[in-house]
C-alpha cells in the first residue's frame, strides 16, 4: 500500500470541542473527526471523555494510520476529571446522576499527534503537556 503523505505545517494548533458537537455522533464518526484534526497537526481539547469503546478503536485505527501516512507518529491522550472519591454520598449520587443524564461530560481529554506532544504529565487537577 502507498503511503500518503500528511501536510507538513509548522507548529501547531488547538482545537477545542464542545461536548455538544460529538455527543450525538457514531463511533465511528467521533473517531474520524479527532484523527481528521490530529492528522492536520491540530491537539484537540475534547470537552467530556470517549467511552472505553471509542477509545479503543481511536487507538486502533492510529496504528493502523502510523504504517501508512508520513511523519504521523501516533497519538498522545490524556482525560482529566473530577475526583469525588472524597466527597460524601450526596455528592456521588448528583455527579451519578448528571452523568446518566447528560453524559460523560465533567471531563476533559487530550488528543494531540505524538510528533508534537512529548509528554503529558498527569495528577488529579492538573495536566502538563511537554510539547516540541
Do not use: C, W
Amino acid at each position: 500500500m502507498k503511503k500518503k503523505s500528511a501536510t507538513k505545517l509548522k507548529g501547531f494548533s488547538l482545537h477545542v470541542i464542545p461536548y455538544s458537537e460529538v455527543q450525538n455522533l457514531s463511533i465511528a464518526e467521533r473517531v474520524k473527526k479527532i484523527l481528521t484534526l490530529v492528522l492536520g497537526n491540530k491537539i484537540v481539547i475534547l470537552h467530556g471523555r470517549l467511552r472505553p469503546e471509542e477509545e479503543a478503536r481511536l487507538i486502533e485505527d492510529t496504528m493502523a494510520l502510523v504504517d501508512h501516512v508520513d511523519n504521523f507518529k501516533g497519538i498522545e491522550l490524556a482525560v482529566i476529571e473530577p475526583d469525588i472519591k472524597n466527597e460524601g454520598v450526596f455528592v456521588k449520587m448528583k455527579y451519578g446522576l448528571a452523568k446518566k443524564l447528560v453524559g460523560d461530560n465533567h471531563a476533559l481529554t487530550i488528543i494531540g499527534p505524538a510528533s508534537i506532544i512529548k509528554e503529558i504529565k498527569r495528577d488529579p487537577k492538573k495536566l502538563e503537556l511537554f510539547i516540541e
